[in-house]
């Protein structure tokens, strides 16, 4: 599907409100926070923005980010866990104006974290910016997940397979899925009009998933670091623009 250039004007006022959820909870990450301080800090930002949510009561999520700290890969639930000085956390934000989403995810350090943590944040964020820069009209769909996963795997990462990006609209999960991976086949056409999530999930150790008996937190199954840095982008006559930054 393609999106108009007035449908992405929309989802450009959704991204800017994204941005500056992430903007505020960069501001409130230090070591003693709790994870549903930060959703409270997200919330407000929706609220002031006159925003809607498009994570609360997504298949009943109960909230408006997703916290997902060191060995969660995606999908954390914030409640009362304190975020410390060494920890990683990702987070994951989304919003609806006019009916149009975004959807963008970053990970931080807390306080001083080991080298390693630091370098897969750096690698995974590389990685992103690698498929972003895959997204130009004619090119096709698996070279955006290829780059991303060039990147990684050279850093002697792995690239996360259950979870992958998606396109992304009037509604925030759409056809077609975005691997972070060679996927086996050629895909698609880039059209100019796409608008799609990258969201490169990148992995300390092995690729292997598993998802805890919450049916929402995605850890890593051994228990290692993973990153997750994602964008709402839209395909241009001009190249990939990004449409969740201030
Ligand atoms: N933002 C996530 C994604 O990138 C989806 C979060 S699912 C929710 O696709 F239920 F937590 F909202
Ligand atoms: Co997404």
């Not at 930060?38 to 994570?55: H, I, T, Y």
């Not at 298949?59 to 890969?73: L, M, Q, R």
């Not at 759409?174 to 796409?194: F, H, R, S, T």
């Amino acid at each position: 599907m393609t999106r108009s250039e007035s449908e992405i004007a929309k989802m450009r006022l959704a991204g800017r409100v994204v941005a500056e959820m992430h903007e505020k909870l960069r501001e409130a990450i230090r070591p003693g926070v709790t994870t549903s301080e930060l959703n409270k800090v997200a919330a407000g930002v929706l609220e002031k923005r006159g925003a809607r949510s498009n994570f609360l009561g997504y298949h009943g999520y109960p909230a408006v980010i997703c916290t997902s700290p060191n060995n969660v890969i995606v999908h954390g639930i914030p409640g009362e866990r304190r975020v410390v000085d060494g920890d990683i956390i990702s987070l994951d934000c989304g919003a609806i104006v006019e009916g149009y989403h975004g959807d963008a995810a970053f990970t931080a350090p807390v306080g001083s974290v080991s080298a390693e943590a630091l370098r897969l944040i750096e690698v995974t964020e590389h990685s992103l910016w690698a498929g972003i820069d895959a997204m130009w009209p004619g090119r096709r769909l698996h070279e955006i997940g290829k780059a991303v996963q060039e990147v990684a795997e050279q850093a002697g990462f792995s690239v996360v397979r259950e979870y992958v990006g998606h396109a992304i609209g009037t509604e925030m999960h759409e056809d077609p899925q975005v691997p972070n991976y060679w996927p086996g086949a050629p895909g698609p056409m880039l059209k100019i009009g796409n608008v799609f999530a990258v969201e490169p999930m990148v992995n300390l150790g092995t690729p292997a998933t598993r998802l805890l008996k919450d049916g929402w937190t995605v850890v890593t199954a051994d228990g290692k670091l993973s990153a997750h840095f994602e964008h709402t982008i839209a395909v241009t006559e001009e190249g990939p623009v990004v449409l969740t930054v201030a």
